[in-house]
Nanobody, 115 residues
Framework: QVQLVESGGGLVQAGGSLRLSCVVS????????MNWYRQVPGKERELVAK???????QYTASVKDRFTTSRDNAKNTVYLQMNSLKPEDTDVYYC?????????WGQGTQVTVSL
């Protein structure tokens, strides 16, 4: 079955950096667009970044020039490098992919940015 496992979250001071990883199994990873979402309780999940099979990336405006997503097809892994972190980046971050109209999610990893 399709599995996505995130890691790399934690507590960091404002201005700091974190790198999230998401290891994927159960699909031919290199063919799939990989998405990063974030969510706080009570709010809608927000698409933060995505990388397609050709490694073309897109970002939401609030993270552009601070976050970078990339993929390593040999490791079935997608990354989210987060720099210049702000308190408003505090959220649970999820990786996601869609297979045959079914959306698959990782378990989420907490990112907390303190002042």
């Amino acid at each position: 079955q399709v599995q996505l496992v995130e890691s790399g979250g934690g507590l960091v001071q404002a201005g700091g950096s974190l790198r999230l990883s998401c290891v994927v199994s159960g699909i031919t990873f290199r063919f799939f667009t990989m998405n990063w979402y974030r969510q706080v309780p009570g709010k809608e999940r927000e698409l933060v970044a995505k990388v397609n099979s050709g490694a073309t990336t897109q970002y939401t405006a609030s993270v552009k020039d601070r976050f970078t997503t990339s993929r390593d097809n040999a490791k079935n892994t997608v990354y989210l490098q987060m720099n210049s972190l702000k308190p408003e980046d505090t959220d649970v971050y999820y990786c996601n992919t869609v297979l045959l109209s079914t959306s698959y999610w990782g378990q989420g990893t907490q990112v907390t940015v303190s002042l």
